[in-house]
């Protein structure tokens, strides 16, 4: 199935946009942008991007998608916004740039546990927002 | 014609073969073999920190490695790129309809000990209380094959269930997570007997020193992505030293449908897959050692019988998670392996029979396997598992399998086996483990325990058991199949009960006993 010019630049601003939200210090490479590309029109080709209009609002109107997939993910684990960042993050992990945001390549216990209280506050925060913009803006 | 034909390159089948050699014997199989693994030469997280880009063997040009965004969930382990040949087309090949049921098997050479955890224990007379075979009668058996495939480990507080072996290699070194616990464990050992908790080092079929033209274990993690690690036993390097020495002939490529068996000799039909055709083999025995769903489905497939309901054993499992939180914020440990650390067993009046755990790390699968089932925005799963990943460890516990009436398998008119099960009520086990090691600070809760469906496992037998006077779709002692005088089975299909031990050991003994006698009903 050849898909539309405008849906392969919908998934390139997606992996653009995704990738910038959570790894904002790096560059995002051309060939994780087209293998994201690629296994989303694998295996995300029957996706109606008419009934399901969070993917296209998050990035026109650059929303917090951290707060709004997490709320997703609490609703529906198996949400297409959750399945598309998951693509991604399979696609990135395996590349060595990102090597130390997934291991702890030095102890220490002080700055783990600063982290991990940070996560927790922020997960309060990111669950009322998502809920917030999802109302919001009406996101499916 | 042949002395024998053995269906199968899996534990079983090979182990048939091994005993067969002198006879003029056929191992029919389909036999997939893995590609090729560039890239994953040395340590994975070396690799993963100097390559720049492991896309090919970490995820696949075919995205194998995100199989289970898309499809019924595998194994982590099967999915990955160099690891998927071992289940490749399993359910093309021979379909299961099943509502509940999650197992997976394997046409790869080897079966799926081509992506097994290694582990390796005797079934002692406890174990074999059901079945017509006493543990002498396997020791023999265990014996050459621990001298043959190299076992590590060592006779320790488990020796009660596992028996004394004095061949055992010097156990691998384990991880600082379970080299704790293990500690800890011995610091308060009487009070955990004294709860029927017992915690050893685990048994494995996995080199500590160079054996046999194999080398020892190099510590590099790579078990979730490479296959055929010379180190960790795989039934194909027996497989291929018989091909090499042509003591064995071995046919690829066909997927054996049925048997008749005629006055003096069977006769296997198996289709060429590559052509389609459907070619005759004639034997004076057959050895059945498809794994146990195929042997099953080729026994009622033989039989024209649609309609009996064969019998299912299944080890339940359940997934304890444990965190130990003075290990939080610990340094990633480079060196490492993602087998079996550690077996804790129950051994208490919760249970009938005891109740096998192992202990395994986290840091075997991809991270983006797991991060998005953990509870906390994605830039806090990230974190958590950054710094939480050395301090936590997953306890992989067994139950028994019992045979229910509602665990049966069939098969249909088109071809399909239909395995019908349902989930039983356990002993809850876990919750015992759960308040012991609460006292030596390794932590878990309920709620973060998993119940995978039945077959997840990958531990089904029962269907074709043993008993001292079979009836139909029984085999005897021998594992000669009621009603006939020259068809065996030798795989799990043949097991009377299912402890909570792996079988895979088992399944080689009993095999190489079972082959033995009928050898030497060949004159052999």
């Known amino acids: ?140 | 014609m042949f002395d024998a034909i053995v269906v199968g390159s899996g534990p079983a089948g090979t182990f048939a073969a091994y005993s067969l050699q002198g006879t003029n014997t056929l191992m029919l199989d389909v036999g997939y073999r893995p590609p090729a693994s560039p890239g994953l030469d040395g340590n994975i997280f070396k690799l993963r920190k100097s390559e720049e880009d492991l896309f090919s063997p970490l995820i696949g040009k075919d995205f194998e490695s995100l199989h289970n965004l898309y499809n019924r969930n595998i194994s982590l382990k099967l999915k990955a790129p160099y690891l998927s040949y071992v289940i490749k087309d399993w359910d093309t090949l021979s379909p299961v309809k099943s509502d509940n049921f999650a197992g997976v098997y394997s046409f790869a050479k080897g079966g799926l000990a081509n992506a097994w955890g290694a582990g390796v224990f005797r079934f002692n007379d406890s174990d074999l209380r059901d079945f017509p075979v006493k543990a002498l009668e396997l020791e023999p058996y265990y014996e050459r094959l621990a001298s043959h495939i190299g076992i590590c480990g060592l006779n320790d507080d488990l020796e009660p269930f596992f028996g004394y072996d004095d061949k055992l290699m010097e156990p691998l070194r384990i991880s600082r997570f379970a080299t704790n616990f293990l500690d800890r464990y011995r610091n308060k050992r009487r009070f955990f007997n004294e709860q029927g908790i017992y915690v050893g080092r685990n048994r494995l079929a996995v080199l500590s020193d160079d054996h046999n033209h194999r080398k020892a274990y190099k510590y590099e993690n790579l078990e979730f992505f490479k296959p055929c690690i010379s180190a960790v036993y795989n039934p194909v390097y027996t497989l291929d030293e018989m091909l090499e020495k042509q003591t064995i002939k071995y046919l690829s490529g066909y997927l054996v449908v049925t048997y008749e068996e005629h006055e003096t000799f069977v006769e296997v039909k198996a289709r060429h897959l590559e052509s389609g055709a459907v070619e005759s083999f004639k034997a004076k025995k057959l050895i059945l050692a498809a794994g146990a769903l195929n042997t099953a489905k080729i026994v009622l497939t033989s039989n024209e019988d649609y309609e009996s309901k064969l019998q299912l054993l299944d080890n339940p499992i359940v997934v304890m998670p444990m965190l130990r939180l003075g290990a939080y914020g610990s340094e990633l440990e480079i060196e490492g392996s993602s087998l079996g650390q550690l077996v804790v067993v129950y051994d208490g009046p919760l249970a009938t029979g005891s109740v096998q755990a192992s202990l395994f790390g986290t840091n075997g699968p991809l991270r983006s396997d797991v991060l998005f089932d953990l509870p906390l925005p994605l830039s806090g799963n990230i974190s958590l598992l950054k710094y939480a990943s050395q301090s936590t460890g997953a306890l992989m516990i067994f139950y028994p399998g019992r045979p229910i009436k509602e665990n049966y398998v069939k098969i249909n008119k088109e071809g399909a086996i239909e395995v019908h099960c349902k989930d039983e009520e356990l002993p809850k086990i876990e919750n015992v483990f759960m308040r012991a090691f609460r006292k030596i600070g390794y932590y878990s809760a309920s709620f973060l325990c998993q119940y995978p469906k039945m077959g997840t496992g990958l531990h089904y037998a029962g269907m074709l058991p043993m008993k001292e006077t079979p009836c139909k779709y029984e085999t005897d002692k021998m594992g000669r199949l009621f009603g006939t005088s020259n068809v065996f089975v030798a795989d799990g299909a043949c097991f009377t009960a299912l402890p909570s031990k792996n079988l895979t050991f088992t399944i080689m003994a009993n095999s190489m006993r079972i082959a033995d006698f009928v050898k030497s009903e060949l004159g052999g």
């Open chain 1, 1 to 140: 199935m050849k898909f539309a010019e405008s849906d392969e630049l919908l998934l390139e601003r997606e992996a653009i946009y995704f990738h910038y939200c959570f790894f904002r210090k790096e560059e995002l490479s051309e060939e994780v942008i087209a293998r994201y590309v690629n296994a989303n029109q694998m295996y995300l080709s029957s996706i109606n991007y008419q009934k399901i209009n969070s993917i296209e609002q998050i990035i026109n109107r650059q929303l917090d998608v951290e707060a709004i997939e997490y709320v997703f993910r609490i609703i529906n684990r198996k949400n297409i916004l959750t399945t598309k960042i998951q693509i991604l993050f399979y696609l990135i992990e395996v590349r060595s740039q990102y090597f130390e945001y997934f291991f702890n390549c030095r102890a220490d216990r002080l700055r783990a546990l600063a982290s991990f209280t940070h996560s927790l506050l922020l997960a309060a925060f990111k669950f009322v927002k998502g809920k917030y913009l999802i109302w919001k803006y009406d996101l499916v």
